[in-house]
């Protein structure tokens, strides 16, 4: 199982450094995978801090390799420190506008650079609430992943947007039914290879709620915001054990 927290805008470099020194001990005997994509300035610090079975990620990249693009950052900047990318995140779509034609750009530049893609979906409230859902995945899906190969590198996080940052999870068997349909779009995309895809559930993810959530048998990890920037209650969902 993968285990990746998205610290968004949080943490200075001491804090990262802080963090890690905490964190290594506490995670030192996991089977599930690590990932921590901290903000653009605190990974250096954290892939030095990090013990080495921890993958570092980033929150975004630019499709470009380099140029005027003033403010951005690319692919073969982060090539030294990051194994992963989380790419079109809510906040991303939402706070940032960013379109799926943008995302699909930064997917294939990403992968073009080996490195694995969270590619990340969801629908909004009022998106559910009006029996939208599948359709608004689907169209997120084949939009970003637009001419894009199969490749073992593409994972998908489902992260109802209602659901990031305000306590509430969705149901278990709405989970499993989602997760199901993102699998059949991934196979109507690229083929019967992409049953093997990882999908991930992220939304108020805590250590609380975390038993429900793996009861969900086509859970293969969790993206966590708030609760992944405290080492302690992160190691607690790090440690989990699906099956026991
Ligand atoms: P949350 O964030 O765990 O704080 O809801 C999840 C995410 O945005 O990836």
Redesign the pocket.
């Known amino acids: 199982m993968l285990i990746a927290g998205?610290w968004k805008m949080n943490k200075t470099v001491k804090e990262t450094k802080d963090f890690f020194s905490k964190f290594n001990k506490l995670v030192s005997k996991t089977k599930n995978q690590i990932l921590i994509c901290p903000s653009f300035p605190c990974i250096p610090a954290a892939k030095k801090s990090a013990s080495a079975k921890i993958f570092i990620g980033a929150q975004n990249i630019f499709f470009e390799e380099k140029g005027e693009f003033t403010g951005e950052v690319s692919p073969l900047q982060l090539k030294d420190f990051c194994d992963f990318i989380i790419l079109g995140?809510?906040d991303r779509r939402h706070k940032f506008s960013e379109s799926s034609d943008s995302i699909n750009k930064k997917i294939k530049a990403s992968l073009k650079h080996n490195f694995n893609v969270i590619l990340c979906v969801g629908e909004t409230f009022s998106e559910r609430e009006s029996d939208q859902t599948k359709e608004i995945l689907s169209e997120q899906l084949s939009d970003s992943l637009k001419e894009v190969s199969f490749s073992e590198k593409i994972l998908v996080a489902y992260?109802p947007v209602w659901?990031?940052?305000s306590g509430k999870t969705a149901k278990p068997k709405d989970v499993f039914e989602v997760h199901s349909f993102i699998k059949s779009q991934l196979i109507e995309l690229f083929g019967e290879k992409a049953a093997q895809t990882k999908i991930l559930y992220?939304?108020?993810?805590k250590p609380e709620n975390l038993k429900e959530i793996f009861s969900v048998e086509n859970v293969d990890g969790v993206?966590?915001?708030?609760?992944s920037l405290n080492p302690v209650s992160f190691s607690k969902i790090a440690n989990y054990e699906k099956n026991k």
């Open positions: 998205n995140h809510s992260e659901a990031i940052g992220g939304g108020s993810v993206l966590v915001g708030g609760a």
